[in-house]
């Protein structure tokens, strides 16, 4: 039997908010038909998550290390039908479909070894009694986990949150419900998580919204788009609740004097165009110093004509399609309004259904969409600087700070200039897309909350900070 049978995929209540095809974007072929929450489901679900976390907080830390391992081996075990959802359902090409197994397997052992990190430490005290601080669970964890990198971005924040002894509701876009959330279930399942732990509620922003706002749930991680993040934080905050937003980003890549061009070209391209553009860390910004920069964007603009666009399923392409024809009118109209702003269109433009050509646009300015806004496609605006101040300021400007990459032969020289732009993640002499279950991630300004997610801040984000003391006898008090 497969690990993803459709009939096994639903843990718990029947949901109520109606059926929805999963669609193969490449094809639009209907590829299952899932279960939808509607709002009022939530709360059922998270009277049964917060009855199962009870249990599941009690258990041993060698027990519940354990699941996460058995899960970290079956992400591995079943890479080839959870390849082939990854593909087909979020338009990933192989390569980034192995990528996101690899790192769903990492997270899963990182997450494992969290559940036997100390506790708390032991504090001094003026009175006689043992002080001490300890970490206990949150509770029930909501997670809202967006269609990009479905499976990552979902792994991340289930994973360290089940091993610490929470239990999870789960809430994947609808358009990767599967790959983003019902193969966790099904992993998980699998692994020997007892029911009611994991929950998946795909649906809506009105489902999403019941999830944040229900009293059981007292933490949410987010991860999506700054203006949903917005009203993720506004509505967390008024029911007081803890929230870890990762959100939108518009990513420098500076390219300075004595960079090595062939190589930043190289950094360049995939930087913009992996996976057609559509990730948060994506190279938004491409501020090439200008001894370089006709070179680069002509090196750039070959690069882009030279990649195959096509069906990752069924063919060897380097992009596959955008989501859906939302995202493509977005993406399109952006080009066209930089274009007609005088930005000049140097390679793509152009588009078949939702497969649309790397993009390559040079001449922006401050006021150019494509360079200040967040595309999320495979655009890259080209823009020269004449001076380190000058690239400080640009990659500097806006709202977003979430990931930068530096490309020079001068390493040190890289790194001082990193110090003195703001930005959650850095990169010299890489491009701006990368991940690691070991490291922290998140970005600041715009860009989120911070580094949420990796290693120390998953202790952070996803227990409470318990102080206790002990007296041999009871204390005496004036009155």
Same mark, same amino acid.
């Given at each position: 039997?497969?690990?993803?049978?459709?009939?096994?995929?639903?843990?718990?209540?029947?949901?109520?908010?109606?059926?929805?095809?999963?669609?193969?974007?490449?094809?639009?072929?209907?590829?299952?038909?899932?279960?939808?929450?509607?709002?009022?489901?939530?709360?059922?679900?998270?009277?049964?998550?917060?009855?199962?976390?009870?249990?599941?907080?009690?258990?041993?830390?060698?027990?519940?290390?354990?699941?996460?391992?058995?899960?970290?081996?079956?992400?591995?075990?079943?890479?080839?039908?959870?390849?082939?959802?990854?593909?087909?359902?979020?338009?990933?090409?192989?390569?980034?479909?192995?990528?996101?197994?690899?790192?769903?397997?990492?997270?899963?052992?990182?997450?494992?070894?969290?559940?036997?990190?100390?506790?708390?430490?032991?504090?001094?005290?003026?009175?006689?009694?043992?002080?001490?601080?300890?970490?206990?669970?949150?509770?029930?964890?909501?997670?809202?986990?967006?269609?990009?990198?479905?499976?990552?971005?979902?792994?991340?924040?289930?994973?360290?949150?089940?091993?610490?002894?929470?239990?999870?509701?789960?809430?994947?876009?609808?358009?990767?419900?599967?790959?983003?959330?019902?193969?966790?279930?099904?992993?998980?399942?699998?692994?020997?998580?007892?029911?009611?732990?994991?929950?998946?509620?795909?649906?809506?922003?009105?489902?999403?919204?019941?999830?944040?706002?229900?009293?059981?749930?007292?933490?949410?991680?987010?991860?999506? $788009?700054?203006?949903?993040?917005?009203?993720?934080?506004?509505?967390?905050?008024?029911?007081?609740?803890?929230?870890?937003?990762?959100?939108?980003?518009?990513?420098?890549?500076?390219?300075?004097?004595?960079?090595?061009?062939?190589?930043?070209?190289?950094?360049?391209?995939?930087?913009?165009?992996?996976?057609?553009?559509?990730?948060?860390?994506?190279?938004?910004?491409?501020?090439?110093?200008?001894?370089?920069?006709?070179?680069?964007?002509?090196?750039?603009?070959?690069?882009?004509?030279?990649?195959?666009?096509?069906?990752?399923?069924?063919?060897?392409?380097?992009?596959?399609?955008?989501?859906?024809?939302?995202?493509?009118?977005?993406?399109?109209?952006?080009?066209?309004? $930089?274009?007609?702003?005088?930005?000049?269109?140097?390679?793509?433009?152009?588009?078949?259904?939702?497969?649309?050509?790397?993009?390559?646009?040079?001449?922006?300015?401050?006021?150019?969409?494509?360079?200040?806004?967040?595309?999320?496609?495979?655009?890259?605006?080209?823009?020269?600087?004449?001076?380190?101040?000058?690239?400080?300021?640009?990659?500097?400007?806006?709202?977003?700070?979430?990931?930068?990459?530096?490309?020079?032969?001068?390493?040190?020289?890289?790194?001082?200039?990193?110090?003195?732009?703001?930005?959650?993640?850095?990169?010299?002499?890489?491009?701006?897309?990368?991940?690691?279950?070991?490291?922290?991630?998140?970005?600041?300004?715009?860009?989120?909350?911070?580094?949420?997610?990796?290693?120390?801040?998953?202790?952070?984000?996803?227990?409470?900070?318990?102080?206790?003391?002990?007296?041999?006898?009871?204390?005496?008090?004036?009155?």
């Amino acid at each position: 039997m497969p690990l993803l049978d459709p009939t096994l995929w639903q843990d718990g209540p029947t949901l109520t908010g109606g059926s929805a095809p999963v669609v193969e974007p490449a094809t639009g072929r209907t590829l299952a038909t899932i279960d939808l929450a509607a709002p009022a489901d939530v709360a059922e679900a998270a009277v049964r998550a917060l009855a199962a976390q009870r249990d599941w907080a009690r258990t041993t830390h060698p027990e519940r290390a354990a699941v996460l391992r058995r899960a970290g081996d079956l992400f591995t075990a079943h890479a080839d039908e959870l390849r082939e959802w990854l593909v087909r359902e979020s338009g990933s090409i192989p390569g980034k479909a192995d990528f996101e197994l690899h790192v769903a397997a990492q997270e899963c052992y990182e997450a494992a070894a969290l559940a036997s990190r100390p506790a708390g430490q032991v504090l001094p005290s003026e009175a006689p009694r043992l002080s001490f601080t300890r970490r206990v669970p949150a509770g029930v964890v909501g997670v809202v986990a967006p269609f990009n990198a479905p499976l990552i971005l979902a792994i991340r924040s289930v994973a360290p949150a089940l091993a610490l002894g929470n239990a999870v509701l789960l809430k994947p876009d609808r358009r990767t419900a599967v790959c983003g959330g019902l193969a966790l279930a099904a992993v998980f399942a699998a692994a020997g998580l007892p029911g009611g732990l994991l929950q998946v509620l795909p649906g809506g922003a009105g489902t999403g919204a019941a999830v944040v706002a229900d009293p059981r749930v007292r933490v949410v991680s987010f991860t999506g $788009s700054t203006a949903a993040g917005r009203s993720v934080g506004e509505l967390a905050g008024r029911h007081l609740k803890r929230v870890h937003l990762e959100l939108g980003g518009n990513s420098a890549l500076v390219v300075l004097r004595d960079a090595d061009i062939e190589s930043a070209v190289a950094q360049a391209s995939w930087g913009s165009f992996f996976h057609q553009g559509q990730i948060c860390m994506t190279a938004g910004r491409h501020l090439v110093h200008a001894s370089l920069y006709d070179e680069y964007v002509e090196r750039l603009a070959a690069r882009a004509e030279e990649l195959a666009v096509g069906d990752p399923y069924r063919e060897r392409v380097h992009l596959g399609p955008l989501i859906d024809r939302a995202q493509l009118d977005r993406v399109h109209a952006l080009v066209e309004a $930089s274009t007609g702003q005088g930005a000049k269109l140097v390679a793509g433009g152009t588009h078949r259904d939702l497969f649309y050509r790397p993009t390559v646009l040079a001449g922006v300015a401050d006021d150019t969409p494509a360079y200040t806004e967040e595309v999320f496609g495979p655009v890259a605006p080209v823009r020269s600087f004449s001076t380190e101040e000058e690239a400080v300021a640009l990659a500097s400007a806006g709202p977003y700070g979430l990931s930068l990459g530096i490309v020079t032969r001068d390493a040190a020289r890289g790194l001082d200039l990193a110090d003195r732009i703001p930005t959650g993640i850095a990169h010299i002499n890489d491009q701006t897309v990368n991940d690691e279950a070991v490291a922290p991630f998140g970005g600041v300004g715009a860009s989120g909350t911070g580094a949420r997610f990796g290693g120390e801040a998953n202790l952070d984000a996803f227990t409470e900070l318990r102080w206790t003391t002990v007296r041999s006898t009871p204390a005496g008090h004036p009155f």
